[in-house]
Every structure is written in structure tokens, then in C-alpha cells.
T-cell receptor, first 114, second 112 residues
């Protein structure tokens, strides 16, 4: 059973470009979470999605950031018009259910904005 | 909302010694407390978790204790080995929430 798959592992974007980060949850998992990690810091919650629904986006910046988890295909975290401050590691986690289920993380996408 | 504090931020021990990492949380409704280990360049890996109806849980060299009254929980690693060197994160999840709130991490170094 493959784990949570994230791609790309590394992404370099110039200021003003768009970044698209993909996450395929573990087989059988229908809940996806996105977290951001700055160097030497903990993980900050961004958004929690179920298939075709955003459950909690309280941690996501109001502008430039969006997330989706369509019926078919991976979850996508999209950052428009990237700025240097967006440089970070972005981790996706999945769980089979929401409340009460352990979260399993992927190995992240490291975004660098030049 | 929930806030999780973690101490210490760095911890250095000799191989074979024990290591203890402590966390406090603010929301008394939180009921699930996992611990993750993160190695360089990788994602966090779940190593042990505890629910609010249990006071202690053990898995080989790793144990977690929970004090609901004081709102704190601790990770204990006994007989540490160099491969235990990593960053450890505690987290808490509220009763009505799906997401986890993380502490800032503890960088554990085990010296051979």
C-alpha cells in the first residue's frame, strides 16, 4: 500500500508565477490536509478537504492560495503570483476518516521562489 | 483555538540514556495527541499516539503519558540510539476538529 505521494518534490518558481502542488492520498483515504513548514519551525495547518468539499480552510491565506480535492485525481494546492515569503516545505497528509483518525504525511514539496 | 507548546527545542543525550520531551495544550476539549518523528528531507512519521481516555501508552522503547488535568503530555524514549536523532513534534486535535495543531518541535541528538 503506497503512502501519501506528493509531487513535485522540489519546485522553483520566479516571483509572480503560479505554483501547483499535488497530493495523492493513501489508498482508501478520503480526507486530505495541507500543512506548511518554514525552516526550523513546526507545521502550520492550512486546509482540510474531503472529496469535492473544503471542510476547514481557516489556516489558508485569503488571497492567492486555493485548494481542491476533486472526485477523481489528486488534491491540488495552488499558489498564484508567488512571492519570496511563500518559500517553504508544503506537506500533505491523509486519513481514512476525519475525527479520530491518525494522519499520514507525504515527504513534501519544497517550494523555492526566486 | 488550540495552542500547543513544546519543550525543549533542542535536546542532546548520550547513547543509551533516556530522552523526555514535554508538551502542553490549551483546549481542554482536545482528545487526541500524536507524536511525529521527522528526519531530514522527509515528512513527519507517526511514532505513537494517545487518546484522552488513556493515561499512558507504551510501544517498545517509546512511551507517552497524558495528564488531562494539567493539560500536558510527554514523550519518553529509553535506551536511545543514534538513529533516534531527528526532530520530534507533538500535536493535539480537538474533539470537533479534523486537523492537528503542532508544537514547534524538538531536535534530538543522540551522541554515540
Amino acid at each position: 500500500n503506497a503512502g501519501v505521494m506528493q509531487n513535485p518534490r522540489h519546485l522553483v518558481r520566479r516571483r509572480g508565477q503560479e505554483a501547483r502542488l499535488r497530493c495523492s492520498p493513501m489508498k482508501g483515504h478520503s480526507h486530505v490536509y495541507w500543512y506548511r513548514q518554514l525552516p526550523e519551525e513546526g507545521l502550520k495547518f492550512m486546509v482540510y478537504l474531503q472529496k469535492e468539499n473544503i471542510i476547514d480552510e481557516s489556516g489558508m491565506p485569503k488571497e492567492r492560495f486555493s485548494a481542491e480535492f476533486p472526485k477523481e485525481g489528486p488534491s491540488i494546492l495552488r499558489i498564484q503570483q508567488v512571492v519570496r515569503g511563500d518559500s517553504a516545505a508544503y506537506f500533505c497528509a491523509s486519513s481514512p476518516e476525519g475525527l479520530g483518525s491518525p494522519l499520514h504525511f507525504g515527504n513534501g514539496t519544497r517550494l523555492t521562489v526566486t | 483555538g488550540e495552542n500547543v507548546e513544546q519543550h525543549p527545542s533542542t535536546l542532546s543525550v548520550q547513547e543509551g540514556d533516556s530522552a523526555v520531551i514535554k508538551c502542553t495544550y490549551s483546549d481542554s476539549a482536545s482528545n487526541y495527541f500524536p507524536w511525529y518523528k521527522q528526519e531530514l528531507g522527509k515528512g513527519p512519521q507517526l511514532i505513537i499516539d494517545i487518546r484522552s481516555n488513556v493515561g499512558e501508552k507504551k510501544d517498545q522503547r517509546i512511551a507517552v503519558t497524558l495528564n488531562k488535568t494539567a493539560k500536558h503530555f510527554s514523550l519518553h524514549i529509553t535506551e536511545t540510539q543514534p538513529e533516534d536523532s531527528a526532530v520530534y513534534f507533538c500535536a493535539a486535535r480537538g474533539r470537533s476538529q479534523g486537523n492537528l495543531i503542532f508544537g514547534k518541535g524538538t531536535k534530538l541528538s543522540v551522541k554515540p
